[in-house]
């Protein structure tokens, strides 16, 4: 079955810091793999997404995320963490079901930002 | 980039009485919409999976006669909580696929804050 696990429940760095979020998944074929962005109380954001091609994504506000097939993961980083960055995190993989994919969610990633 | 609302942001009902969110593409048509529940400090749980013109196909142990799922239109999935209890209190994320970007991507709604008395 298809699985998200994203290890770390809660994460705070110091603000100017890099940002590392991990994420592993459980899927039998090439997974579309995404990364959301939650801030409190809203909907969520897409921050990036891989389909296929290049392995390292570059997606909005300045973060990256590397697909390694081989480790079954896809990290999430940034290089130097904004205050405005502290949110719930969210990886997804897309399991492919009568055509479309359903998202499955990771537990999520909160993330607070020491100013 | 694709846009997706939801009407309306918050609802406080009694317990008993039904309540009704809608999910709307706002410049982009979304054939294929999803419902999503979050509890606090929890990730979302899928619900169902709405197609337009067809039946919602729901999520195992989500009760179709409780969350009554209508997609009339390419633009517009309403989710109706039917008889609410406080049990059904949450926070409800729709979303919408958009196929025209060329990739499968879902773009979800801000939410709407559900709270039965």
């Known amino acids: 079955a298809q699985s998200v696990t994203q290890p770390d429940i809660h994460i705070t760095v110091s603000e100017g810091a890099s940002l590392e979020l991990r994420c592993n998944y459980s899927?039998?074929?090439?997974?579309?793999l995404f990364w959301y962005v939650q801030s409190p109380g809203q909907g969520l954001q897409l921050l990036l997404k891989?389909?296929?091609?290049?392995?390292l994504v570059q997606g909005i506000k300045g973060f990256e995320a590397e697909f390694k097939r081989s480790q079954s993961s896809f990290n999430l980083r940034k290089p130097s963490v904004h205050w405005s960055d502290a949110a719930e995190y969210f990886c997804a993989v897309g399991a492919a079901t009568g055509g479309y994919n359903k998202l499955i969610f990771g537990a999520g990633t909160r993330l607070a930002v020491h100013p | 980039g694709a846009v997706v609302s939801q009407h309306p942001s918050w609802v406080i009902c009694k317990s008993g009485t039904s309540v009704k969110i809608e999910c709307r593409s706002l410049?982009?048509?979304?054939?294929?919409m999803f419902w999503y529940r979050q509890f606090p400090k929890q990730s979302l749980m899928l619900m169902a999976t709405s197609n337009e013109g067809s039946k919602a196909t729901y999520e195992q142990g989500v009760e179709k006669d409780k969350f009554l799922i209508n997609h009339a239109s390419l633009t517009l999935s309403t989710l109706t909580v039917t008889s609410a209890h406080p049990e059904d209190s949450s926070f409800y994320i729709c979303?919408?696929?958009?196929?025209?970007?060329?990739?499968?991507?879902?773009?979800f709604g801000p939410g709407t804050r559900l709270l039965v008395l």
């Open positions: 979303s919408a696929r958009d196929p025209g970007g060329g990739q499968e991507t879902q773009y």
């Open positions: 891989y389909f296929s091609g290049d392995t």
């Open positions: 899927y039998g074929a090439t997974p579309y």
């Open positions: 410049d982009f048509q979304a054939t294929t």
